[in-house]
């Protein structure tokens, strides 16, 4: 069974500071890993999304790892704002999975300090 | 937001009683899933469906039961709501023109008490 591991579960920086979220997966037989934002009391929104082929993918601020053979994928935040003050979880898709059901990671808490 | 609405929003009920929850789309997605999200636990997947009357389980099934007689329309029922029951509930449809990932809706609190 795919297990995902975030840590730290709650990370607080200053703003303006550079970071970086961590997720971790034990098979690497997946199919994609994505990053997911979640504000208090609302759902989640898709951040970035990156193919088993692919090494990383860029957003803006957000620049998100993968290396499928230590099982790990990194999300760095640039330049951290208070705006970025939020939960991040980080969902495997497991390859063959045509159902395309999502594991999911237990989720990073970030706090950005003005 | 992918035009998912949930209702109720928030809801309180009392142990044993049935409580249904609905996800509504507006844009004819096939598949669509219920996650249920603690403390300690993430998001965790209940049932999904990938078409109407087509329906599988997921992690934590047991105690629930869906139904979709509509494209649109992805229904949740605790048969015999109990108090480990009380959560966050969440609708997700899968969509993406490019590359796809899952959508979320807004939620659903539900408190058993």
């Known amino acids: 069974k795919q297990e995902v591991t975030q840590i730290p579960a709650a990370l607080s920086v200053p703003e303006g500071e550079n970071l970086v979220l961590n997720c971790s997966f034990t098979?690497?037989?997946?199919?994609?890993l994505q990053w997911f934002r979640q504000d208090p009391g609302k759902g989640l929104t898709s951040l970035l999304l990156?193919?088993?082929?692919?090494r990383e993918q860029t957003s803006g601020r957000l620049n998100a790892s993968l290396d499928k053979s230590s099982g790990r994928s990194t999300l760095y935040i640039a330049a951290s704002q208070p705006g970025d003050s939020a939960t991040y979880l980080c969902?495997?898709?497991?390859?063959?999975?045509?159902?395309?059901?999502?594991?999911f990671g237990k989720g990073t808490k970030l706090s950005v300090i003005p | 937001d992918a035009g998912i609405t949930q209702s109720p929003r928030h809801k309180v009920t009392e142990t044993g009683t049935p409580v249904t929850l609905r996800c509504h789309q507006t844009?004819?997605?096939?598949?669509m899933y219920w996650y249920r999200q603690d403390p300690g636990h993430g998001l965790r997947l209940i049932h999904y469906?990938?078409?109407?009357?087509?329906?599988d389980k997921g992690e934590v099934s047991d105690g629930y039961s869906v139904s979709r007689s509509k494209t649109e329309d992805f229904l949740l029922t605790l048969e015999s709501a109990t108090s480990s029951q009380t959560s966050v509930y969440f609708c997700?449809?899968?969509?993406?023109?490019?590359?796809?990932?899952?959508?979320f809706g807004p939620g659903t609190r539900l408190l058993v008490l």
């Open positions: 997700a449809i899968r969509a993406g023109a490019i590359q796809e990932t899952q959508y």
């Open positions: 098979d690497s037989a997946i199919y994609n």
């Open positions: 990156i193919q088993s082929s692919q």
């Open positions: 969902a495997l898709l497991r390859s063959g999975a045509g159902s395309y059901q999502l594991t």
């Open positions: 844009e004819n997605h096939r598949y």
């Open positions: 469906s990938y078409g109407v009357k087509d329906t």
